[in-house]
């Protein structure tokens, strides 16, 4: 028997006409496609499609294409589904992969749309006209109380006002993606464009390396049931602290960070000794129960000197209620992680099969949280595939007061999305600690290619926004009466909360 | 007090979707306090005939019912009988009922269709208040309850000492219909409306109110989506299908609720830019901060002009950048503010002063000795607050010799 039946996803295809026999191929791919002698042979098995040697050939000599291998058609078993048999039956494993869920369910983003103005209310004109950006992530007081200055102008009370919230210049932020999982060039470079954008940079669950501490104002620092990294001075030393229950990949299920990636760097940072396993419970064997997070909460308020405290959760089928509780708990933001999030390592069962989509998730919070009267207690941070200002926008239209990208902020650093960052070998020197890969990653261009993205949504949101005659984003938060449904049933708009176009 | 839950019937008339339209405004109030005939405002409006289509004017008086000034007058639109019924059921189990008429009307050649017009003077049945419940609670719960789940019964007001006259027509036809000359009040303002499709529906049509507030407004509140949710949690429930409805809930949401001085509530609502505000010295600054922060959701945003009437004078208010038109006048008592300056000259022709109001600025008129509306606990008298509110002196020693005295 071969030693495998599966073929494989993707043929290389080198004109050798045009190859100048120059080996850049082999030394660039991470995936060790490559065998070169003389010229270049590829192994079509290894290949994951992610451009990196396209990219790098000075010829311009490589191609990948598809692997056209004809499949009796089936609706049913699909060439994904076959292979996946014959893998497991092939070693008896959970099948691992990386990024989102990329599966065909609905994409709701994709059935809504956005309202314009015309002739009865101008729209506002991008290039006279201000159209703020501006958002405090954080707990907001019911009302602003104030007393008289005594020069006819007005003060506010003694802790009054709006306290331990943080200034965002745009509604943006980068969701959590640990150092362990990322290489800390991706973790500089993130850190570098949240303090120029004037947005915020998160941990994730592996610690806060040194090198990141002069960004920490930018900083969100994770605490999640490895409790890796934790001490009073990270958590002192962050921005907001964020407690992490659940991840949209991976709703439910914990972490494993193998121990050939826990080096030197790694190791210190994690505050776990070098070459173990950095294994995440789960659950955090602290929490079994609301008024447990709600110890906690208050426990890491206490030891950071009131920082403001978020948490965390994947979007689940109870995810209104869960939120209320979170809120009734403290938090002082609730990250909602919807179905397609992404991640750096996860069952591709779990990725693809549990949790709900972000935008119903949105939507049945913020209503919830209306509902009972309590939406200024905290902000929501919307989080699981946002791919564009469109989607940006309609996440705001929503409800959700600003949205966390990481897929997203990947791609913009060189990620072509080929779903292979759990093997630790990105040839983009992504998601990978080889030191012959991460060093691909240059923080400085990294910075300036995510401070690039930032800007061009935060300008997109802009164009929507005057498009809509509003000059600030929080009169179109919430205001879903902007928003129509193309394409969508009635139950869906009505948990959406928007009518279908047309009406 | 619990949210109004159930939905509201439509009108077979109605349009089921939020109206747009353009509009006219004047605001009339004479600061000394006397008071003048309802003809004034109607002229006032008359020369803005072109800025509405006939489908909808309306005017709201103050200083107008003072055989009553403690009772709340309510004036009711019913669309038949039964409705009628249903909400007088209502009232006498809710208050004090001390007279029950109907609004005296003439007939007026373009004026049809009238719904059956009534008004009521009524004091709260003191057994019916929930505890720590005040007057004014009750009677915008009252309000609430009837707009909503009452088919065919709608508040046009519901303040004391104070009315609103409004229909489907140009203004000087539903001013003459409702007999508006033989009111006098001392301070008055008056809409015409432009609305860009038909529903003829008299309840539609400005201006709307709430306790005293009476609010009329040109523009369009962009904002209206997420304004009225942040209302809704508030137990208000934005039933009337027009976005005018949310800058009365909003104003009395800050003024009688949450005691925000009058200036800061405008700010809230028609907040100065990021950029202005990091220029403004340290207390002033933190103070625009909370209020962008914290009512950023019922900041009205897009383009308006409005005026809110209340029991002791006026506030006009343009958009944060001003897109709709707004012109103030002052000649002697009269404080007078309009879409248009003819609309202005045409009551005042000689006005000591004429001035176009930046975006975001209030202009307010006060009644001189008038009890302040605003319950704010400012740590001021009446009297100081309204010297903050105008930065005037003379005013300042006007109330003060008043207080004297």
Not at chain 2, 191 to 218: E, Y
Not at chain 2, 319 to 324: A, C, F, G, M
């Amino acid at each position: 028997m071969p030693q495998t039946i599966i073929q494989p996803e993707f043929n290389v295809v080198i004109d050798y006409d045009k190859c100048h026999k120059c080996g850049r191929c082999a030394q660039q791919c991470g995936w060790g496609v490559y065998d070169f002698n003389e010229r270049p042979i590829p192994d079509d098995t290894k290949c994951k499609a992610c451009h990196r040697c396209v990219t790098y050939c000075p010829a311009r000599a490589i191609t990948i294409r598809k692997h056209e291998l004809a499949y009796r058609d089936s609706d049913n078993w699909s060439p994904q589904l076959r292979r996946a048999v014959w893998k497991q039956a092939e070693t008896g494993g959970v099948m691992l992969t990386g990024m989102g869920n990329d599966k065909s369910y609905v994409h709701l983003f994709d059935h809504l749309v956005l309202d314009a103005c015309q002739v009865t209310n101008p729209s506002i004109d991008p290039l006279r006209e201000p159209r703020e950006l501006r958002t405090y992530l954080g707990r907001k007081p019911d009302s602003v109380e104030v007393e008289s200055d005594g020069e006819g102008g007005f003060r506010l009370q003694e802790g009054a006002g709006v306290v331990n919230n943080i200034e965002l210049a745009t509604p943006i932020i980068f969701s959590p993606m640990s150092y362990g999982s990322v290489s800390l060039n991706v973790h500089k470079s993130l850190a570098m464009a949240a303090t120029r954008a004037g947005i915020l940079m998160n941990t994730g669950e592996g610690g806060l390396h040194a090198d990141l501490f002069p960004y920490a104002d930018h900083v969100i620092v994770q605490c999640a049931s490895g409790r890796f990294g934790v001490d009073p001075e990270y958590l002192r030393r962050g921005a907001a602290i964020e407690i992490k229950i659940g991840q949209g990949a991976k709703p439910g299920i914990g972490g494993h960070l193998p121990g050939e990636k826990i080096d030197r760097e790694v190791s210190t940072t994690r505050m776990i000794p070098q070459g173990t396993d950095a294994l995440s419970p789960a659950p955090h064997h602290d929490i079994y129960s609301i008024e447990d997070l709600r110890q906690l909460i208050y426990s890491l308020k206490e030891a950071s000197g009131y920082k403001p405290v978020g948490v965390k959760i994947a979007a689940v089928h109870n995810v209104a209620a869960i939120a209320s509780g979170i809120v009734r708990a403290g938090a002082d933001y609730v990250y909602l992680d919807g179905f397609r999030g992404g991640t750096g390592a996860a069952p591709t069962i779990i990725r693809d099969n549990l949790g709900i989509p972000i935008e119903v998730a949105i939507a049945v919070v913020d209503q919830r949280l209306r509902d009972e009267g309590i939406r200024n207690q905290a902000s929501i941070v919307a989080a699981g595939s946002i791919r564009s200002s469109g989607d940006l926008a309609k996440a705001i239209a929503l409800g959700a007061d600003v949205v966390a990208i990481g897929t997203a902020a990947l791609i913009a650093l060189g990620c072509h999305v080929c779903q292979s960052c759990h093997t630790g070998s990105c040839s983009w020197g992504l998601t990978t600690q080889k030191p012959e890969l991460t060093r691909r990653v240059d923080p400085e261009w990294g910075a300036e290619r995510l401070t690039n993205l930032v800007n061009a949504w935060s300008h997109e949101l802009q164009e929507i926004l005057g498009a809509l005659g509003l000059n600030a984003v929080e009169s179109l938060r919430g205001s879903r009466e902007r928003l129509r449904g193309v394409g969508l049933d009635a139950q869906t708009c009505e948990i959406l909360g928007v009518k279908p176009a047309g009406r | 007090m619990k949210p109004i839950t159930l939905e509201r019937p439509t009108y077979t008339e109605e349009a089921p979707y939020k109206i747009h339209g353009g509009c006219g405004l004047t605001g009339i109030c004479d600061e000394s306090g006397a008071r003048f005939s309802g003809e004034v405002p109607i002229r006032s409006m008359a020369v803005q005939r072109d800025r509405g289509n006939g489908l909808g004017a309306g005017f709201a008086g103050y200083g107008i019912y003072p055989e009553f000034p403690d009772h709340f007058a309510f004036h009711m639109m019913y669309h038949d009988i039964q409705a009628k019924e249903e909400t007088e059921a209502l009232f006498d189990q809710w208050f004090v009922v001390d007279l029950a008429e109907p609004l005296p009307t003439r007939s007026v050649k373009g004026v049809e269709d009238a719904p059956l017009l009534w008004r009521y003077f009524v004091t709260p049945d003191p057994s019916k208040l929930e505890e720590e419940q005040s007057d004014e609670d009750f009677v915008v719960h009252a309000v609430m309850t009837i707009n909503a789940p009452v088919d065919g019964a709608f508040v046009a007001s519901s303040g004391k000492d104070m009315g609103a006259f409004k229909g489907v027509g140009f203004p000087q036809e539903i001013g003459h219909y409702y007999r508006l000359d033989e009111y006098e009040g001392h301070t008055w303002i008056g809409h015409n409306r432009f609305p860009t499709n038909t529903p003829g529906w008299w309840g539609g049509a400005h201006p709307f109110t709430l306790l005293d507030w009476s609010i009329v407004h040109n523009g369009e509140i962009s904002s209206y989506g997420i304004n009225s949710r942040y209302l809704e949690q508030f137990g208000y429930k934005c039933s009337l299908g027009t976005d005018t409805e949310v800058a009365a809930y909003l104003f009395d949401l800050m003024l009688r609720r949450h005691r925000l001085p009058l200036p800061l509530a405008c700010k809230a609502l028609a907040p100065p830019l990021w950029d202005e505000i990091e220029r403004m010295p340290e207390d002033e600054r933190e103070v625009m901060r909370a209020l962008r922060a914290v009512y950023g959701p019922g900041m009205l945003n897009g383009p308006f002009a409005i005026i809110l009437g209340f029991n002791g004078g006026m506030v006009a208010l343009n958009d944060r950048i001003k897109l709709r038109p707004l012109i103030a006048a002052k000649q002697g008592d009269l404080v007078l503010v309009a879409s248009e300056e003819s609309a202005i000259r045409e009551i005042a022709p000689e006005p000591e002063s004429v001035w176009m109001p930046k975006a975001g600025e209030p202009v307010v008129a006060r009644v001189r000795g008038m009890e302040w509306p605003i319950h704010g606990d400012l740590h001021l008298t009446p009297a100081e607050v309204s010297c903050a509110v105008d930065g005037t002196e003379d005013v300042c020693e006007i109330v003060e010799s008043l207080e004297v005295v």
